[in-house]
């Protein structure tokens, strides 16, 4: 390699964290026992209004990526600060080894059979329609059948979401 080369690389393989902070989600799947499977994630965006998409880029290293295209649905929660604890502890182990469902309180979902997180600022209920290689991620685009937010007209008021930093670094917005 070109030693003009070598700063650009390391600079382009953390490219992403020039667009964080990002609202943190948590992904929930369900293990192949019934119970949830919980992980943080930063990487999702909408795709779609009408019909409503949302898009998760998860690797397929990870756990959840398995149970998603097993079961072929998801949700994503959008968790506040109080929760920062269990978040960077979900994020720290693998569902393969551990069981995270106690890491968190659970609420029945609308439309699907995978619960959502008791007490998220947000949730969304998504059947899988697509899930697409790019990379070292896969793209799962979800059909959104339902979702709940905590004061939505008023999106962020009170309750501020868990922002992602890159790594385990999380932070909240704080109005003046």
């Known amino acids: 390699m070109e030693p003009s080369e ?32 919980v992980m943080p994630a930063a990487w999702h965006t909408p795709v779609s209004v009408n019909p409503p998409v949302l898009a998760v880029c998860i690797s397929p290293l990870r756990y959840t990526h398995s149970l998603i295209l097993k079961n072929r649905e998801f949700t994503v929660n959008i968790p506040d600060l109080s929760v920062k604890a269990a978040v960077v502890e979900a994020g720290s182990k693998s569902g393969r080894e551990s069981d995270k469902s106690s890491l968190f309180n659970f609420a029945p979902p609308a439309k699907i059979k995978t619960p959502l997180i008791d007490g998220a600022i947000g949730a969304i209920e998504c059947e899988l329609s697509q899930a697409i290689d790019v990379g070292d991620h896969t793209v799962f685009f979800g059909d959104v059948v339902a ?30």
Do not use: I, Q
């Open 6 to 37: 070598s700063p650009r690389k390391n600079f382009c393989e953390f490219y992403h964290r020039l667009l964080s902070p990002r609202v943190a989600a948590l992904v929930v799947a369900l293990r192949d026992d019934g119970r949830p499977n």
């Open 147 to 176: 979702c709940r937010a905590k004061g939505f007209g008023e999106v962020w008021k009170g309750k501020s979401p868990l922002l992602h930093l890159g790594s385990s670094f999380y932070t909240a917005m704080r109005e003046d």
